[in-house]
């Protein structure tokens, strides 16, 4: 009989150790498997200047310790997976990483230490895509500032925006261009279009068909839209994708949604156009810098500006997709199966 897969499922407050503990039992019954359960730090807190890796968690030495009995899987949303934390497990055979990806992973030393690394694609695509149409439709009629005005203060004063001067947009009709049309963009696509809106979409590498209207070049959808919402992955060619340049191509009144990838607009720009009035509105859940530093200028904005700290992939059924996506990896490998995800 083959011995138990020693893995260390090493979860945080989102991505539970015990849920991912509990999808590795129910993956391996056949085989078996030994999980050690560790919980890493969260909301995400730096380790120290480790500039191999981004967006880790916890510490260096305590995943090393908790790797030290042996550990062949580690499954982890966020841990440090640095060139000294492979180096200190030999045993180590298989990284997965519960997240769209490996970014706390240093991939070339995974390479040299012969340890694959798989990930979690599509895990919180359809979360996401629920929390962009919300922060939109928000961002639209200015819920939150109402909200704020009447919970907060007591105050009825955002019965104002029922004036025709400062009332918001709807969906039905309005052209809103999808920059980006990959898991999350289609299904917001998909969406739009049963509210009514006239949808464009621009992303040069989809090929097929599509909900809404295909336009060929940025600068068109940019003029064409009413609404911009950014679902682009970041790339180094993707970065700063909007800039003071394409804002300005944006009708006056314009709306900018972007829960996808903070570096995606430049911020300054951003501020600037709605400063100016020449955007009316923007709803953003991810930032250039996170979290936002307490002098950004988008801070005097709030009443055009509708602010959620990355939240779009929060929900429960995220943490427990990501668990059983995992939990497959580890058991094809147990197997001596190709991964589904393998990266490394």
């Known amino acids: 009989m083959n011995d138990p897969v020693r893995v260390l499922a090493a979860g945080d407050h989102f991505v539970l150790p015990g849920l991912i503990a509990r999808a590795l039992v129910e993956e391996l019954r056949e085989r078996e498997a030994s ?106 009629r200015r819920i939150p500032q109402a909200h704020n005005l009447l919970a907060g203060q007591g105050s009825w004063q955002g019965s104002a925006y029922y004036t025709y001067e400062h009332s918001g947009l709807e969906l039905e009709d309005l052209p809103v261009g999808l920059v980006g049309y990959g898991a999350v963009g289609s299904r917001v696509a998909r969406v739009l279009c049963a509210f009514g809106a006239q949808v464009m979409v621009h992303d040069p590498y989809v090929r097929g068909e599509i909900h809404g209207l295909r336009v060929s070049s940025l600068d068109e959808l940019l003029r064409r839209s009413r609404v911009i919402t950014l679902h682009a992955r970041l790339t180094p060619e993707t970065r700063g994708l909007i800039g003071s340049r394409e804002l300005a191509l944006l009708p006056e009144g314009a709306v900018v949604v972007n829960a996808a990838r903070g570096p995606l607009l430049d911020e300054d720009a951003l501020c600037d156009a709605l400063e100016s009035g020449r955007l009316s509105a923007a709803g953003l859940d991810t930032y250039e810098r996170e979290p936002v530093p307490a002098g950004s200028r988008l801070f005097g904005l709030g009443d055009r500006v509708v602010m959620t700290p990355h939240l779009g992939g929060a929900a429960r059924a995220v943490a427990e997709k990501a668990a059983r996506i995992a939990a497959a990896e580890v058991g094809r490998w147990a197997r001596g199966e190709p991964l589904a995800h393998q990266l490394v």
């Open 35 to 140: 999980v050690r359960e560790l919980t890493l730090p969260w909301p995400l807190e730096a380790f120290g200047p480790v500039a191999e890796v981004e967006e880790a968690s916890g510490t260096e030495d305590g995943l090393i310790e908790a790797l030290a009995d042996d550990r062949e899987v580690l499954v982890t949303q966020m841990a440090p997976v640095t060139e000294r934390v492979l180096g200190s497990a030999p045993r180590l055979r298989l990284v997965v990483v519960c997240r769209g990806g490996p970014v706390n992973v240093n991939l070339d030393a995974a390479k040299i230490h012969d340890v694959r690394v798989s990930y979690a694609p599509g895990r919180n695509a359809a979360a996401t895509a629920e929390f962009a149409v919300g922060l939109l439709l928000a961002t639209l």
